[in-house]
């Protein structure tokens, strides 16, 4: 017992010393930290890969990269029309302002009595002629640019050779001519489609100085007088209401005798005819392209016995000058004048569409019953323009039952038919333009994507 004893003496005589155990919890146990770094270095070579592969896809042009896949169709489909991106219609005829003016198209027509070179233009160019000598003309026309390329000409009784060449401020147009050719050129509006136009025929054979009608600075024709002589002859026109001739001449008394000395004496019966020779005269310098004189002469016959014809040359003559205020000014008068007139009455309404009267157009046919194919598609372009393609449609049927051959109004009736959601009319609307043909480049390719645009939706 003393051992014992002693022992437990011993232990209570010593510091007390815990040393706790570690036991593990009852739960979830701690999750060790991650090394971060080989993610955070995956993501930094994936976002540097996509990059370049960026890079490389935007260097390469649009035609190479890899069409997307189709959207399949679902069992029912709705019917979105996007919306369409209109081609501005002037006077019935689509246009696109977009790009400047062009020479987009050459014709050559060629007869037993001439030869026509048609350049069509996007728009009216001014043309002047800038070199002239023997067989040679050279033409500049400014502002503009060409988009064709001169044919090849040889063994051609009227042309010899002909250039096409672009400069800074616009286009030249040279050529050479055979012998004895005159040249001719004029700008018009061909089913609203400006027209550039050269004209090359042969030269008259020139006239016996004797028996010559000489046409004086007023284009009156002046008269020719020689010694009277006795004993004449006297001959009087068949058309007593436009001139009379009195043709004096006498009998050789001998074979040897000189030629007998005429005298041609022009005296009007016609209180018209001075007009009327004005009239033929404004329309000879037309066509010979003195169009200043031509100006005034027909400005001195308003008012006159032939005041109708020098107002529609007037109009034709400030149109292919691109004199607008002159033109507007002078329609409006011309429509007071003739209220009733439909020529003046179609010039008057294109006049208000180019400047964006819309509803004037529609109110000047609004009561006309007679009105024509081109005055109801000036309407239904007039409708158009204000996005009320219901009644453009309508009007457009009309123009159309008058002349269905105009492929112009065709497309007007086909972008109308797409606002209304006509899809399947559209097509065919467009279909027919292409068929009917005549259409510059420009519009043969709205005219092409329409219509591939249109069948991949209605299919």
């Known amino acids: 017992m003393s051992v014992i004893n002693n022992v437990l003496k011993d232990l209570d005589s010593r510091e007390s010393q815990f040393t706790p155990i570690e036991i593990d919890a009852i739960g979830l146990k701690p999750t060790a930290a991650r090394d971060l770094k080989p993610l955070l270095l995956v993501a930094l070579l994936l976002l540097l890969l996509i990059s370049v592969a960026w890079i490389y896809l935007q260097d390469q042009p649009i035609s ?146 004797d028996n010559a009608v000489e046409i004086d600075a007023v284009g009156e024709p002046a008269s020719i007088e020689t010694k009277p002589v006795p004993g004449g002859l006297e001959l009087a026109s068949t058309n007593a209401a436009a001139e009379e001739v009195e043709l004096q ?53 308003l008012g006159g016995s032939e005041d109708y014809d020098a107002r529609k040359h007037l109009l034709a003559l400030y149109s292919s000058q691109n004199q607008s205020d002159r033109f507007v000014r002078l329609v409006r008068e011309s429509m007071t004048k003739y209220p009733d007139d439909m020529l003046f009455k179609t010039e008057y309404a294109r006049s208000l569409f180019q400047a964006a009267a819309y509803r004037g157009v529609i109110q000047l046919f609004a009561n006309e019953v007679a009105a024509d194919a081109n005055q109801q598609a000036l309407v239904a372009a007039s409708y158009q323009r204000l996005e009320e393609h219901e ?35 559209a097509l065919k609307s467009y279909q027919q333009a292409a068929k009917l043909g005549n259409l510059n480049n420009r519009l043969q390719a709205f005219v092409d994507n329409k219509s591939r645009t249109l069948r991949q939706v209605l299919n």
């Open 249 to 301: 001449s006498r009998q050789a008394s001998a074979p040897e005798a000189p030629a007998a000395v005429v005298k041609l004496d022009i005296k009007s019966t016609n209180p018209n005819a001075k007009s009327i020779n004005q009239l033929e005269y404004a329309v000879e310098l037309i066509n010979s392209r003195r169009l200043a004189q031509a100006q005034a002469t027909l400005q001195k016959l």
């Open 64 to 209: 190479s990269r890899s069409p997307a896949a189709p959207p399949k169709a679902s069992s029912a489909p709705a019917l979105v029309v996007q919306p369409v991106v209109e081609a501005q219609i002037d006077q019935g005829v689509v246009t696109d302002q977009m790009i400047g003016n062009q020479i987009i198209g050459l014709q050559i027509r060629e007869s037993e009595d001439d030869m026509r070179m048609e350049f069509a233009l996007r728009d009216k160019v001014v043309a002047f002629l800038k070199e002239r000598s023997e067989n040679s003309f050279g033409y500049h026309l400014r502002d503009i640019e060409s988009q064709i390329l001169a044919p090849t000409i040889s063994d051609n009784r009227w042309i010899r050779e002909l250039a096409i060449t672009s400069s800074d401020t616009g286009v030249d147009v040279n050529f050479q001519t055979a012998e004895d050719i005159l040249v001719e050129t004029r700008q018009s509006l061909v089913n609203g489609e400006p027209i550039w136009v050269i004209n090359l025929r042969k030269s008259s054979e020139p006239v016996v100085a």
């Open 391 to 425: 009644n453009a449609v309508r009007h457009y049927r009309l123009a159309l039952e008058q002349d269905a051959t105009n492929a112009k109004n065709w497309i007007g009736l086909g972008i109308s038919q797409e606002h209304t959601a006509a899809l399947e009319d």
